[in-house]
Nanobody, 127 residues
């Protein structure tokens, strides 16, 4: 199982980025995928999660209305569209998957319920 996050970079406040998570080594269509982030000196926190078929999505309150998660199981990709970025969104962003099929962790943002993690991509939002 491999997850590889990409798409990070430096953007100004109010700008946009789209992160991608490429999956390999497993059938992506059976698994929920979560996006998490970790800022310097802070704990890793949940940003968003999408169900295996894409019918259900969850968001942290801090990103609701600005971020959109989506997936293309045929392409084995999950995306995080980030708009209206703020300096407080600066962090390393990770995608992750639980080991169980057709299951969303409860709560979705519990990092301990995710078994497979990508390597992270850095997002820096300048003020």
């Amino acid at each position: 199982v491999q997850l590889q996050a990409s798409g990070g970079g430096l953007v100004q406040t109010g700008g946009s980025l789209r992160l991608s998570c490429a999956a390999s080594g497993f059938s992506l269509g059976y698994y929920a995928i979560g996006w998490f982030r970790q800022a310097p000196g802070k704990e890793r926190e949940g940003v968003s999660c999408i169900s295996s078929r894409g019918g259900t999505a969850y968001y942290a309150d801090s990103v609701k209305g600005r971020f959109t998660i989506s997936r293309d199981n045929a392409k084995k990709m999950v995306y995080l569209q980030m708009n209206s970025l703020k300096p407080e969104d600066t962090a390393v962003y990770y995608c992750a998957s639980p080991r169980e099929r057709l299951w969303i962790p409860s709560p979705w943002s519990n990092t301990h319920e995710y078994d497979y993690w990508g390597q992270g991509t850095l997002v820096t939002v300048s003020s």
